[in-house]
């Protein structure tokens, strides 16, 4: 499993996320709170789909506590105090819904592989989903997305914030915590894909590597441009069936997060 995330990140000048104490899963580097059920790392904090859309950080797998349910440093009765403070909110809130121990850490949204960990339902609860009052499971999730991707890993977005196009097919990227992608010329079209060492390396364009899909940019920058943008079939390729979901890489360790994103 290490080596499978080596593989991955071994262009990185530090090992990640797999390797402190946020990694959950079960290949944790150890902590008291380790879980067997998973290898994944991301899925303890952010789901790709049906995410809390109530929570300020993105595409967050988890409830969060009422932001009333918190005392605040104010409340002491301090004098000597300066600045307001606001009630608990903002990225505290995703923190401590871990960290104020009233949740299970692996009390998830979204579990790993398909469906959904819906819990019981009562007035308020499933704070990121359109429930439904009577109980029933809500409609916009598992695998029926809805019409309303807000709570969904973007997609028709530009790779790397931009800056990939014919004009710069190399790059740079705007955003630098992104993979450089691998670009060739296929026919008469410019394309573009973020290679995995899954299969035979870096010779050429494979199942297994993350593909990006050039369209025309009309919004952003770079407008009027060919340039790779992530789509759904970016991360899914509907044919395969060594994985689960559909995935091009195994999501075992977020192989398929960390391919893009260097975290
Ligand atoms: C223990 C919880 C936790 C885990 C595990 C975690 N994240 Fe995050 N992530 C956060 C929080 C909290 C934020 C918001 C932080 C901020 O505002 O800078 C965030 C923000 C992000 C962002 C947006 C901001 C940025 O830095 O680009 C990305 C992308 C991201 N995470 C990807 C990942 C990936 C990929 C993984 C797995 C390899 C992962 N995260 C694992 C908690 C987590
Ligand atoms: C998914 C649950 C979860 C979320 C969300 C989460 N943490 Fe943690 N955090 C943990 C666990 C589990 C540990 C390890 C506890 C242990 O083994 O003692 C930990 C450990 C830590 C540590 C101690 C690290 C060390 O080396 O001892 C810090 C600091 C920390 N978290 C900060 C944060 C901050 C800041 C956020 C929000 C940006 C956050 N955590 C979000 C679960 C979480
Ligand atoms: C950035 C990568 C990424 C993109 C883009 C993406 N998905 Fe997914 N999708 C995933 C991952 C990872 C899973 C597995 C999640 C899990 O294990 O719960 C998944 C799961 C699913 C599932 C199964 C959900 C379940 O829990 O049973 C469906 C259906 C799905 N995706 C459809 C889509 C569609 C349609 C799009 C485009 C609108 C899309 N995906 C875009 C990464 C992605
Ligand atoms: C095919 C490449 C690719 C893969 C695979 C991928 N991402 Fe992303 N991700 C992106 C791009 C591109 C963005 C948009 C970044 C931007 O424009 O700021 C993004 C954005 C995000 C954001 C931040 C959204 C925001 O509001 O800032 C999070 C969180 C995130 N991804 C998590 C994940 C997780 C978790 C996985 C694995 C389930 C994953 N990504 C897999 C390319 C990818």
Redesign the pocket.
Known sequence: MLFGILLVSSHLSSA???NTK???GSTGIGGTSNFSGTA???????TPHAANREA?????NRNLTNSGAFATYDQTGTTTLDGGVEAIGS?SL??LS?HDGSQAMDSVINEPGSGLDVPAYSAGSWSGLVANTDGTIPVDVITNLGKDLTNDHPVGVQYAGGGYSNANPQGPGV?R?FKPPVTEINGTTRVWWVNTATEGGTSGYERTDMKLYTRVGTRGRWLGEPQPYVECASCHDPHVDENPTFLRVTPSG?TV??A??T?
Request: some cysteine; charged content about 15%.
């Open positions: 990640g996320i797999a946020h990694n959950l994944e790392v991301c899925v303890f904090c952010h300020a950080v993105p595409l967050w990225v995703a923190c871990c955003d915590d977020s997060c960390l893009c994103h975290k």
